[in-house]
């Protein structure tokens, strides 16, 4: 089987290059910091959980239910994560609103999780979150495609039609990377997936396949386009590149076993290496349902298995091959082969079919040393025990395509994907787990024996429980499905996604149904016969609530317009080559002709440049309708040549018989042949056998090589090949109303061939130069008869002899169709004359094998590095050989012989209009609390030599020349004092007097001091008195007549001038 990509096939398919990684070619990073310091370009973002509408809901994307449930316990077993969720983000300049739906099939029914030490399985698990997603933007169904996870946040891709994108939360924003802030979201890292590896596209590449010697397979990105990968066709070998959608839904199985080496255990670490594989495996399996494909390609896993330490019989390093080679044989000595994947073995280990190895090692294909490979897988090994597998560097979500890839290259023949394993029920139960565990025994599992439910408002949002503390706390985890629950509008109600609802409301689980075909579409072509397609959707409904998806035919095709072209009109693939005529091809316009020559795909445009010696594919696929080849009545569909029946009907059975009679049995005509050798003088024309008008199947052929010559003329002796003693080249010659076809090969003898009818009579020549060696002719002309000629003859299938090689080189197929032929002559005829019980399948087989001629490979040019001013831009040019249908290696340069296309080229010469130039911001002001900063804008030249006002350039897209800014926090207002004034007291005791202000830091008067810390303004204050002793004549006698005075001598404030002269007598001699 072959899986096929474009760009996002959502594609990471890497040619290896023969030399070294560089050091800035990494694409191993040892923390999130440093892979977002090496992107090119990334956004950060916000996402909300909104409703289908797009309403508000919460910052909360986390799975609300971390909690594990076991599978094993049946009322337990089947909590109701949400089955379908609802996000909108933006960035980019997008607004981006997913429509997601729980993926139920990711892993087995037997899925388990198992941690293995040095000395095998230590313990192992088999519980799951339900948090792997997969979906659609909303109101863009049809074209967008999107695989997330919410385990931790949302982490997954989004691809469109534009463009594919990761996102993943952004780690160690707090001191606790888990630490998310609900209250306002928490920051996603989203990036797209170009400048993932635009770093790397241009030197080297990174996807390796393994046969007997290891191989590298072309850039899928350089010339797909798209993000999801084809589907596994049925049992057959190998086909072409062309990546097409298959009109019939067909359901595999791949049974997948992951594994995690322990330098994974050590980067993801233990809580979060389960999430993270998961999530990726999310996108893989994503990615292989993708509508697009012609099957259902289910990645079921059934087994996860994480290293912890290494292992005895693994080795594990930067060597790719030699990693592969021990992989492979290690997980097939661990295969379990007592299950046939629909039960379980008695070991309880689960079947796979395809072994996955995921590794932070930085693998290399040739060497035990880091350089670009990002996967290595053996090529059909799918169904084959030791050769299904591969290694996977881990590069973060990326990963997914690596992973998608790698099995791609594992597909081959094998029956092994028929069967469907059964996958982890995820019916609604009869009984929900609210009601088996009600809200008190939910919060005896999460804080022990004595806990209890402590508030019951929000139930169904948060749990609340008393902890062993007796305090009411939460982990924000919402009460189980079923959980009883009361509202004001509910008296009795029960928990259901996170709401209250009537007690009873449940999902349905509905299947998918196919919708009404839509109308025919556009016929392709005017005339000469075109196809018209209607497509039908499955969303009849949409499956829901894990109901199952549409199988069967969603797209179907019809032939219409299926008249001649009026005589003269140019044909249908000549004109679109010459559509071609006005675009520039490598700095040169040419006249562009249909080439048809070999070692082609029938169903690509390639085109001839008149007048010169080259042909270049001008598009991957003609317009459908287009014929396959010129003989032939087969048209091209999706760039796949498609069989048309001789009645010019899509898909028809109807052949022509030998007489060129649609569905005719053969009887309308008969069969002339003969053999002619007469000995004739040689250097003359000489007759051979005449043609009657009508006759069909014509071939005129030497029995061996000579010098002779074989000419066509009319019965007038009217030459129309190899006249006048003129040689002509071989080619095709349009004569009496068909074509022919002359062919003079080096090695083999000369021929002459055309289908007819004939429109008129002709005679066949021979020009003589040596002796007569023998002409072998035959051809059918039509005769009348009456009746039909079924009852004289009988009929047999027969298988033709095998068709040309479908390729010239590295790899092709023959085919051997079973047809019914008449049994007296041998031709074809209608298949309706056999009897269909008995006809024998078609035979096949590969051929032209060996490599290709080494030639050039030329990538697309990149973006300028500039727009305007001068820049350059650079493609990627290897020297390359084919070696298998899908496969081909990068050689030195050497080995290409023709002169090395230009890798690098100056482009965008004009100049830059004027632009503005911002100078340098200002400090802010004021020095705290809320300010601005301001700076000067200018209009200047590219080259910012001139000037110019301001209208020069574009006003929108002028840059501010003021922002707020801050400083810090501005001080607080503070009481400020002044000096005290003097004392009021000449003598004594007074009072004095002192400015009390409240100022802001500015020096403003304010009103918001505390009162309570506002200092005094008025103090006692005590002036000396004078010391001249008292008069003589003054009676020295205390003033105070109650017990005041011995006081004031006990505290002895005698020294003090006005409790002295008050107790005069008291204070006397002290």
Known sequence: MEILWKTLTWILSLVMASSEFHSDNRLSYSSQEEFLSYLEHYQLTIPIRVDQNGAFLSFTVKNPKPSRRRRSTDSYDQELAASKLFFKLSAYGKHFHLNLTLNTDLVSKHFTVEYWGKDGPQWKHDFLDHCHYTGYLQDQHSTTKVALSNCNGLHGVIATEDEEYFIEPLRNITENSNNFSYENGHPHVIYKKSTMYQRHLYDHTHCGVSEDLTRRSKPGWMSDTSAFPTSLPNNDTLSSHSRQKRSVSIERFVETLVVADKMMVGYHGRKDIEHYILSVMNIVAKLYRDSSLGNVVNIIVTRLIVLTEDQPNLEINHHADKSLDSFCKWQKSILSHQSDGNTIPENGIAHHDNAVLITRYDICTYKNKPCGTLGLASVAGMCEPERSCSINEDIGLGSAFTIAHEIGHNSGRGTCLDNEPPKRDFL????????????????????????????????????????????????????????????????????????????????????????????????????????????????????????????????????????????????????????????????????????????????????????????????????????????????????????????????????????????????????????????????????????????????????????????????????????????????????????????????????????????????????????????????????????????????????????????????GTQKQEAVCKRLDDNSIVQNNYCDPESKPPENQRTCNTEPCPPEWFIGDWSECSKTCDGGMRSRTVLCIRKIGPSEEETLDNANCLTHRPIEKEPCNNQSCPPQWVALDWSECTPKCGPGFKHRIVLCKSSDLSKTFSAAQCQEESKPPVRIRCSLGRCPPPRWVTGDWGQCSAQCGLGQQMRTVQCLSYTGQASSECPETLRPPSMQQCESKCDSTPISNTEECKDVNKVAYCPLVLKFKFCSRAYFRQMCCKTCQGH
């Not at 509008?489 to 196919?514: A, H, L, M, N």
């Not at 010659?733 to 076809?741: E, K």
């Open 428 to 811: 609604y139960p009869a009984v929900a787990p609210g009601q088996v565990y009600d809200a008190d025994e939910q919060c005896r599992f999460q804080y022990g024996a004595t806990s209890r439910q402590c508030k019951y408002g929000e139930v169904c949002r948060e749990l609340w429980c008393l902890s062993k503390s007796n305090r009411c706390v939460t982990n924000s985890i919402p009460a189980a499905e079923g959980t009883l629950c009361q509202t004001g509008s509910i008296e009795k109600g029960w928990c259901y996604q996170g709401e209250c609802v009537p007690f009873g409301t449940w999902p349905q689980s509905i299947d998918g149904g196919w919708g009404p075909w839509s109308i025919w579409g556009e016929c392709s072509r005017t005339c000469g016969g075109g196809v018209s397609s209607s497509i039908r959707h499955c969303d009849s409904p949409a499956p829901s609530g894990g109901g199952k998806y549409c199988l069967g035919e969603r797209k179907r095709y019809r032939s219409c317009n299926t008249d001649p072209c009026p005589s003269g009109s140019r044909d249908f693939r000549e004109k679109q080559c010459a559509d071609f005529d006005n675009m520039p091809f490598r700095g040169k316009y040419y006249n562009w002709k249909p080439y048809t020559g070999g070692g082609v795909k029938p169903c690509a445009l390639n085109c001839l440049a008149e007048g010169y010696n080259f042909y270049t594919e001008r598009a991957p696929a003609v317009i459908d309708g287009t014929q396959c080849n010129v003989d032939s009545l087969d048209i091209c569909i999706n760039g796949e040549c498609k069989h048309v029946g001789c009645d010019n009907i899509l898909g028809s059975d109807a052949k022509e018989d030998r007489c060129r009679v649609c569905g005719g049995d053969g009887s309308t005509c008969e069969a002339i042949e003969g053999f002619f050798n007469d000995s004739l003088p040689r250097g003359g024309y000489m007759e051979v056998v005449q043609i009657p008008r009508g006759s069909v199947h014509i071939e005129i052929k030497e029995v061996a090589m000579s010098k002779n010559y074989i000419a066509l003329k009319s019965e007038e002796d009217d030459y129309y090949i190899n006249g006048a003693w003129t040689i002509d080249w071989p080619r095709k010659f349009d004569v009496a109303g068909t074509a022919f076809h002359y062919k003079r090969p080096t090695d083999e003898p000369e021929s002459l061939e055309a289908l007819g009818p004939t429109s008129e009579n002709l005679i066949v020549m021979i020009l003589l130069q040596e002796q007569n060696l023998g002409l072998r002719y035959k051809f059918n002309v039509p005769i009348s008869r009456t009746g039909s000629g079924d009852n004289e003859v009988g009929f047999a299938w027969n298988h033709l002899p095998w068709s040309e090689c479908s390729a010239t080189c590295a790899g």
